[in-house]
């Protein structure tokens, strides 16, 4: 079969031409872009979450989760202003169209996503513990040598005998006035011999010659026997209390001690879903507060959080457990089917997976384990 050809005139090239680059620049227009043309500015809600996002002297944002919204920012072509607001205001406030988005240390849960819509996780992290600073070898050793139950323990001794040493003056002070002297001097002496018969030192430098305190003596010795058990016991135990006491390892170990961690956090729904109670307070410092006072025994947070705070005011009197708990996603908050999702998981996919990335992470929050 023979082709057919028709001519085109020259109106007809121009036609054609036309009808082209149109369609050319349709595709162009249609074409994926990293771009958001923006005529207005976004608002974008973040909060105090060291080291994620902070504010400095001059009232300006800084920290990991800011550094990352600029560049993505900046990468889409979007103007944009932070406003400070609450965690619970982050959510409702992009959910009901106050804020274009909001970023810090925000967790990706089931009943967040069920009123905003999230953008790929950034940063992927879990629970921490933190619980009162325990001081290790001769340290430890001393500061339980102070404690209130060892001088508790040691002042009874010291009265009881002083209480045995005035029978032994009072029976021995007229017929062995050389061993047990008169006055002060002589209760003196008779604690120092209750304090060597009780110990079963025996000097031999002095001893009852009365039979009033050969009695004393005898039935102190054997009195002395069940005390000396009963205050070896009392000493040791205050001496190892700290040891005995039980080690938090992990959430199994929190059922049995005082808690805390913050109300509608994720914390709080990871704590509940693991059966435990716990002590609510308003902020990480509070908290941290608590258990550097004795307030409350352990708290539960957003690892990354914990341990920045730990490091920086509180390292002597606060430690970290070892070990991340659960997981937790961090990612921006968007708007319901908001129309810079795509684009910005786009750009945060690939900024995510670059060397630049890397290195500012390594800088806010170091080894996360």
């Not at 062995?176 to 018969?197: L, M, Q, Y």
């Not at 009780?198 to 430098?205: A, K």
């Not at 040791?236 to 961690?261: C, F, M, R, W, Y």
């Not at 006072?293 to 690892?303: A, C, I």
Request: proline share 4%; net charge negative; hydrophobic share 45%.
């Amino acid at each position: 079969m023979n082709a057919i050809f028709i001519p085109l005139s020259k109106g007809s090239d121009a036609l054609a031409t036309v009808f082209m680059a149109g369609v050319l620049i349709v595709c162009l227009l249609l074409s994926p872009s990293t771009a958001v043309a923006q005529d207005k500015e976004f608002v974008v809600a973040t909060k105090e979450a060291p080291p994620f996002a902070m504010l400095d002297a001059e009232n300006q944002w800084y920290g990991l989760s800011i550094s990352l919204w600029e560049t993505l920012a900046a990468q889409l072509d979007i103007s944009f202003r932070f406003e400070e607001a609450t965690l619970a205001e982050m959510i409702e406030g992009v959910a009901d169209g106050r804020f274009d988005a909001s970023i810090a240390a925000t967790t990706i849960t089931h009943e967040r996503e069920r009123l905003v819509d999230f953008s790929h996780p950034f940063f992927t992290t879990g629970y921490g513990i933190a619980v009162p600073h325990e001081p290790t070898g001769l340290v430890s050793m001393l500061s339980r040598l102070v404690s209130k139950s060892f001088l508790q323990a040691v002042c009874l001794l010291v009265l009881l005998l002083v209480f045995v040493g005035f029978f032994f003056w009072l029976a021995e002070r007229r017929n062995n006035k050389e061993e047990f002297r008169p006055g002060i001097e002589g209760v003196a002496d008779g604690f120092w011999f209750s304090a060597v018969t009780m110990t079963t030192t025996g000097y031999g430098d002095m001893a009852p010659r009365s039979w009033a305190g050969r009695l004393v003596g005898l039935i102190w010795m054997f009195t002395a026997l069940i005390i000396t058990s009963t205050f070896t016991g009392m000493i040791a135990s205050s001496l190892t209390a700290q040891q005995l006491q039980q080690k938090v390892e992990g959430p199994s170990d929190l059922s049995g001690i005082t808690t805390g961690s913050i109300t509608d956090s994720a914390s709080d729904d990871w704590l509940r879903s693991n059966g435990l109670g716990f002590a609510p307070y308003k902020s990480v410092q509070e908290g941290i507060e608590a258990v550097a006072t004795g307030g409350v025994e352990s708290f539960v947070y957003d690892r990354p959080l914990l341990r920045h705070l730990v490091e920086k005011s509180y390292a002597n009197t606060v430690e970290m457990v070892p070990g991340i708990f659960g997981r937790q996603d961090y990612g921006i908050a968007l708007p319901p089917g908001s129309d810079l999702r795509e684009p910005l998981n786009r750009v945060l996919l690939t900024y995510l997976g670059s060397d630049d990335w890397a290195v500012l992470k390594r800088r806010w929050v170091g080894d996360v384990r």
